[in-house]
């Protein structure tokens, strides 16, 4: 299963300089080349294959100003898209991916649902695409803010976390009996929602 506007075989510039080695011990894939600069001249064509997943796509976030879409498969791969050229712009191995993505706003950040072995998550990754710092979090139903500075999760209790310390900055006062089903955080991050069994509960988010 592939997406619509996948290429499977496309010509672009020399790819820039940046991480083409093998699979690291991160699990990551090799990254594609940036999508060409239209103002630069081409030098030296190079075909780029464009591959696309190879088993059904379970989950999709895009960016806040839609340039960026995430996919994840049952494969157990994430894919980054480039929504005006078509281009793939990374690749990697995410087991568990398919439960879950968000962005923030400026997709600056990268939230997934992530497993070592299968596809049942045992985590929550948070990723910042400008660099790669990530840090790894309970496992749960996720919301990434806004501004991608924090991400809720529906831990028992739910807990708010810092995405750059990965440590927990509020707790939900509130007694939860029975499982977490899915939360959200309003725009402007100061309210939280929780599906807990067959109510909703909102929080705020400043002070639990």
Known sequence: MSLLFVFLLAAC??????????EGADGALPRCPNPPD?????????????DGHS??????????DGALLASASIDQTLRL????????????????????????????????????????????RIRRLSDEHQ???????FALSADGAKVAIGTVPIQVFDTI????????????????NGVALSEDGTLLAAGIDSTVAVFDAQTG
């Open 55 to 64: 088993q059904p796509i379970n989950a999709l976030a895009l960016s806040g």
């Open 81 to 124: 898209w480039d929504t005006r050229s078509g281009l793939l712009l990374e690749r990697m191995n995410a087991p568990g991916a398919a439960n879950g993505l968000a962005f923030d706003r400026a997709g600056q950040w990268l939230a997934y649902a992530h497993a070592n072995i299968g596809a049942k998550p045992h985590a929550v």
């Open 165 to 180: 310390t990965g440590k927990p900055v509020r707790e939900m006062s509130a007694e939860i009996k029975g499982g977490v």
């Open 38 to 50: 239209s103002s630069a001249p081409l030098e030296e064509p190079q075909l780029l294959i464009q």
């Open 13 to 22: 510039a020399k790819p820039a300089t940046g991480p083409t080695s093998p």
């Open 135 to 141: 840090v790894e979090l309970p496992k749960g139903p």
